[in-house]
């Protein structure tokens, strides 16, 4: 066994077992971690491979960008619950390891008894380091055979930033016909304020209703205003229920 | 297997691939679900590369490229969505998201 093979051993179980860890882990945290180290064992994978330039996109890209907005969102959102979060589903799990195994096996007896046709291309080692390296060929075949497909892939990024832009607004501003709540607000009685008549307070509430609370004023009619949305509260000032009127 | 062949890539991209589509199908959680449709990419990536370097040719990288560009396309979309999802629906728990399907 030759040193390469052993090295690439290394990497590969290293990034299966993290690639486990991904699926498994019962933490979106962890996963992402997973994530990562299976990320940069892929990386070192591709350098075994002569894709230099494709091992520095992969840790740009992957490992410093998607991987961040992921945590990013973990944050953002709750994780904690979700049945998953204090364990799974076994049977589940059980029947996912059998049907993975089989595919496993019936995709390794497809690789295993391939062979490789076509005839080989033109970029071996000695032709890569003729023309400058992996970034110098790579770099003149997307700007020469695939000029189109790169421009195309640019308004494809361009077309996300502005899909991300939309999906990640308030939905507030999206939507027509939600009313924001601005402006005076009535919760001592909402129904009965417009209608002139109104119950008195309940015993008790006149050291209350003079209380001196920044913001908030009572009228004559027991009606309490608020100045601005920040105010508002779902309970009332003396702390009990909605005043009902008679109807 | 004493030397390092293309059958070693493409069986540890194989390997990735499923690991990956076990997880799209068995985890709830979206943020996961998101984590294993890029490992299934990356998967893909092995396999390209690997077939790219047994042949000498630089086609297959030049399309690990263009596949690393639209996966992180799709990584922004995808993590619009779930925001969206959280906001809208408060859960991101893919069993309650039955918006289409009402």
Redesign the interface.
């Known amino acids: 066994?030759?040193t390469?093979?052993l090295v690439?051993d290394i990497l590969?179980i290293i990034?299966?077992i993290a690639?486990?860890g991904?699926?498994l882990a019962r933490n979106?945290v962890h996963?992402?971690v997973s994530?990562i180290i299976?990320?940069i064992n892929?990386a070192a994978?591709?350098v075994?491979?002569?894709?230099e330039?494709?091992a520095a996109?992969?840790l740009l890209?992957?490992t410093g960008?998607?991987t961040v907005?992921?945590v990013f969102?973990?944050f953002?959102?709750?994780?904690d619950?979700?049945?998953?979060?204090y364990g799974?589903?076994p049977v589940?799990?059980i029947f996912?390891?059998l049907?993975?195994l089989a595919?496993?096996g019936e995709?390794?007896a497809a690789?295993?008894t391939?062979s490789?046709i076509?005839a080989?291309?033109?970029?071996?080692a000695d032709?890569i380091a003729d023309a400058g390296g992996?970034v110098q060929?790579?770099g003149q075949?997307?700007y020469t055979?695939?000029v189109l497909?790169?421009q195309i892939?640019a308004v494809?990024?361009l077309?996300?930033?502005i899909?991300?832009l939309?999906?990640?607004r308030?939905?507030s501003s999206t939507l027509p016909g939600r009313v924001k709540r601005t402006g005076l607000i009535s919760l001592a009685h909402p129904r009965g304020a417009d209608r002139g008549i109104a119950p008195a307070l309940p015993a008790g509430l006149e050291a209350t209703r003079r209380g001196e609370t920044p913001g908030v004023r009572f009228d004559d009619r027991g009606v309490v205003l608020v100045d601005n949305a920040e105010d508002f509260t779902e309970t009332t000032a003396w702390g009990g229920d909605v005043l009902e009127g008679e109807d | 297997m004493e030397e390092l062949t293309a059958t070693h890539f493409l069986l540890l991209s194989a390997a990735l691939f499923i690991i990956g589509m076990m997880g799209v199908l068995t985890r709830r959680n979206v943020i996961v679900i998101f984590m294993s449709v890029e490992l299934m990419i990356n998967a893909v990536n092995v396999a390209l590369i690997g077939f790219a370097w047994e042949q000498n040719s630089m086609v297959g990288q030049s399309f690990a490229l263009f596949v690393i560009a639209v996966a992180a396309a799709e990584s922004i979309v995808g993590l619009g969505i779930i925001m969206a999802l959280q906001r809208r629906i408060d859960t991101i728990d893919v069993a309650d998201v039955r918006q289409l399907r009402e």
């Open positions: 066994m030759s390469e093979v690439f590969a990034a299966v690639a486990l991904v699926v979106p996963s992402a994530l299976t990320f892929l994978i591709f075994m491979l002569h894709a330039f494709l996109v992969q890209v992957y960008a998607v907005l992921i969102v973990i953002l959102v709750r994780v619950d979700l049945p998953e979060f799974g589903n589940q799990r996912a390891l049907i993975g595919l496993l995709v390794a690789i295993l391939r490789a076509g080989s291309d033109i970029w071996t032709a992996n060929v790579l075949i997307l055979d695939y497909a790169i892939t494809v990024l077309v996300g930033t899909a991300a939309v999906l990640a308030p939905e």
